[in-house]
Each structure stands twice: as structure tokens, then as C-alpha cells.
């Protein structure tokens, strides 16, 4: 996997917004987001976004919760950041997700100006930042926030998400 150095737009300085050595805490707590949607019986995905090395807004996936195609963890913790910030742009932040964003939330982070996005597990079926599709690297895009994978939290991820998808059908046969 690539991990290109970017040319484009300038950058608030990397160790303002979160440092590779950062990562595990901050994924920790986009973890501790996904284990509470579970709560709700949201696939159990996490969000935070931090900047100055503080974490700005969190949230978990609440599609099912609210009914909401667009409730992904990644756009609730960006709606969250901007409206504690008072700004839309979010060029001096990072988005730390468990699980590579999909074509909305990618699309997301580019409209918000996102500095840059950490994962943890890949998303062969929809990830659109590497798996399906490269969205953040997009030519065509007007922004290219920087990204990153976090490998030493994928089976942490990926053991959440199998459990809940276990429980799922658990509970899907002893209701038939
Ligand atoms: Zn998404």
C-alpha cells in the first residue's frame, strides 16, 4: 500500500494534528465509540477527530438507531467537530476511524478539508480509500487530506465487528 508523500494544498504541521506515535491512543477511543453502537445494534464502527492533540468530537455509527442511511460514525464526529470549532473547515484536524471510510465519509473528510484520516481495518467491499476506490488521493478532488493505516488495531476492530455480526445472527435464528 502507498503512502504518498502529498504536494498540494499546505498543511497545518503534522505534529500539531496527531503524530504517528498518537495513533493507538487516538484509535482507542474511535474504538471505544464502536463498541457503544453496538449498544444500539449499530455495526459497531467508531470515530474522533482530534486536533492539538486532543480529541474535538467522537461518535459511533447510529444508522439504525436513527434511522438514518447517512448516520456513519465519520459524519456525525465531522458535523460534531465543525460545530464545536464554529467553522466547516477542518484543515487543522485528523479523522481517526476504525474501519476504512466508505464513498460518503471519504467524500466527507474532502469537503471538511480534513488534514488527515488513520484506519484500522480495511473495507474490502466499500473502503474508498484504498480497498475500492482512492478518493483522498483523487486528482480531481480539490483537497487530498493525507492518510494513513493503522495495522496494530485491525484485529481489535475486526474481532468487534465479527462478534456483533455473530450476535446478529444469533438472534436472528432464535427469533425464527
Ligand atoms: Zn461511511
Known sequence: MKDRPHSGTPFAEAATIARPTDDDHFMREALAEGRLAADHGDVPIGAAIVRDGAVIARAGN????????????????????????????LSDCALYVTVEPCAMCAGAAVLARVAL????????????????AELLDASWMNHNPRWRFYPQLRDEVQRLLAEFFATQRKGRTEAD
Open 62 to 89: 447510529r444508522r439504525e438507531v436513527d434511522a438514518d442511511p447517512t448516520a456513519h460514525a465519520e459524519v456525525i464526529a465531522i458535523r460534531e467537530a465543525a460545530h464545536a470549532l464554529g467553522r466547516w473547515r
Open 117 to 132: 484520516v488513520v484506519f484500522s481495518a480495511p473495507d474490502e467491499k466499500a473502503g474508498a480509500v484504498r480497498s475500492v
